[in-house]
């Protein structure tokens, strides 16, 4: 089984910065693309950023320029770097993962999420 857990969540005023942690866990064979997304109330989740093979990355227009992703499968870790955070980034950010738990098998496996509220 593998576990998604986010952290780093929290309150920051407009114009911070805050850095979310998505810790992967249990029986992981390797890591393949890695996504976060955010829900804001009484909407559909959606998709803010991507980390590919190969390394290459994905932004939501909305965040272009202000987020930056990143990944060590190593740490079994992503992170999702929020720079220059706006009232409108306030939302659940959820951690999502294709993963392989053996050489043959992947499946995909979300975090329970974590609280950003950008306020001042």
């Known amino acids: 089984q593998v576990q998604i857990v986010e952290s780093g969540g929290g309150l920051v005023q407009p114009g911070g910065s805050l850095t979310l942690s998505c810790a992967m866990s249990?029986?992981?064979?390797?890591?393949?693309?890695t996504y976060w997304y955010r829900q804001f109330p009484g909407k559909e989740r959606e998709l803010v950023a991507g980390f590919l093979a190969g390394g290459g990355t994905k932004f939501a227009d909305s965040v272009k320029d202000r987020f930056t992703i990143s990944r060590n499968d190593a740490k079994n870790t992503v992170w999702l770097q929020m720079n220059n955070l706006l009232p409108e980034d306030t939302a659940v950010y959820y951690c999502n993962a294709e993963i392989g738990t053996n050489w043959y098998t992947s499946g995909n496996y979300w975090g329970q999420g974590t609280q950003v509220t950008v306020a001042s």
């Open positions: 249990g029986n992981i064979w390797s890591i393949h693309t």
